[in-house]
T-cell receptor, first 113, second 116 residues
Framework: DAKTTQPNSMESNEEEPVHLPCNHS???????IHWYRQLPSQGPEYVIH???SNVNNRMASLAIAEDRKSSTLILHRATLRDAAVYYC??????????????FGQGTTLQVKP | DSGVTQTPKHLITATGQRVTLRCSPR?????VYWYQQSLDQGLQFLIQ???????AKGNILERFSAQQFPDLHSELNLSSLELGDSALYFC???????????????FGPGTRLLVL
C-alpha cells in the first residue's frame, strides 16, 4: 500500500481557512486520494476524495498536484467543530482491491477561538 | 449518526476472558470492516466481510475471529484476552467491495474494551 506523509499537528484560528497538506510520492495510477477525519470520541468520517482533478463538496475542497505526488485538504472557514484528526489515505481501486483503509498517524487540527 | 450501530459501547473484562463485539451495518451495505484503535498502534484494519464471506485480512491476531451473518450483521470475537488488547474497536460498512472510487465507509461509534 502506498504511504502518505502528513504533519503531526496544525493550528488554525476560527473562521479562517485551513490548508492540510499530504505527501504521497509513491502514489500509483489506480490510487484515489481519500480524506477522513475523526472528531474526539467518535469514529472516523469521510470528508472528500479525488483522483486527478480538484474536488469540492459541502465539507471541504481537495486540491491535487499535477503530478499527484501531493494534495491539500482545504477547510474554507474553520469552526471549533472542525477540531479533529485528519487522515489522508490512498485507496487502490485496481483489480482485487477490497477497499480496506490504511490509516497513518494523521494531522491533529486545533482550532482556536 | 452514520447508521452503523455497535454494541456494547463499553466493555470491561479480565485477562484470559472472551468477548463478542457486535456490529449492524447501514441498511443496504454488504461490506463490513473491523478496525482496532490503540494509543500505540493507531487505527489498524483487522478484517473485512462482504455478503457473508471473508474478503480481506489485516493485522488480526489468531485469537481474534469474526463472522458476518445472513442478516449482514457482524460479530468480532476476541479470546484469551491480554492487557494489550485494550483498545477502541470500530466497525465500518460500505455498499460493496469498494471497486469504484467514490465508495465511502461509514464508521460506527466504536466499542471501548478495557482488559484488566
Amino acid at each position: 500500500d502506498a504511504k502518505t506523509t502528513q504533519p503531526n499537528s496544525m493550528e488554525s484560528n476560527e473562521e479562517e481557512p485551513v490548508h492540510l497538506p499530504c505527501n504521497h510520492s509513491t502514489i500509483s495510477g489506480t490510487d484515489y486520494i481519500h480524506w477522513y477525519r475523526q472528531l474526539p470520541s467518535q469514529g472516523p468520517e469521510y470528508v472528500i476524495h479525488g483522483l486527478t482533478s480538484n474536488v469540492n463538496n459541502r465539507m471541504a475542497s481537495l486540491a491535487i498536484a499535477e503530478d499527484r505526488k501531493s494534495s491539500t485538504l482545504i477547510l474554507h472557514r474553520a469552526t471549533l467543530r472542525d477540531a479533529a484528526v485528519y487522515y489522508c489515505i490512498l485507496r487502490d481501486v485496481g483489480q482485487g482491491n477490497t477497499g480496506k483503509l490504511i490509516f497513518g498517524q494523521g494531522t491533529t487540527l486545533q482550532v482556536k477561538p | 449518526d452514520s447508521g452503523v450501530t455497535q454494541t456494547p459501547k463499553h466493555l470491561i473484562t479480565a485477562t484470559g476472558q472472551r468477548v463478542t463485539l457486535r456490529c449492524s451495518p447501514r441498511s443496504g451495505d454488504l461490506s463490513v470492516y473491523w478496525y482496532q484503535q490503540s494509543l500505540d498502534q493507531g487505527l489498524q484494519f483487522l478484517i473485512q466481510y462482504y455478503n457473508g464471506e471473508e474478503r480481506a485480512k489485516g493485522n488480526i491476531l489468531e485469537r481474534f475471529s469474526a463472522q458476518q451473518f445472513p442478516d449482514l450483521h457482524s460479530e468480532l470475537n476476541l479470546s484469551s484476552l491480554e492487557l494489550g488488547d485494550s483498545a477502541l474497536y470500530f466497525c465500518a460498512s460500505s455498499v460493496g467491495l469498494a471497486g469504484f472510487s467514490g465508495e465511502t465507509q461509514y464508521f460506527g461509534p466504536g466499542t471501548r474494551l478495557l482488559v484488566l
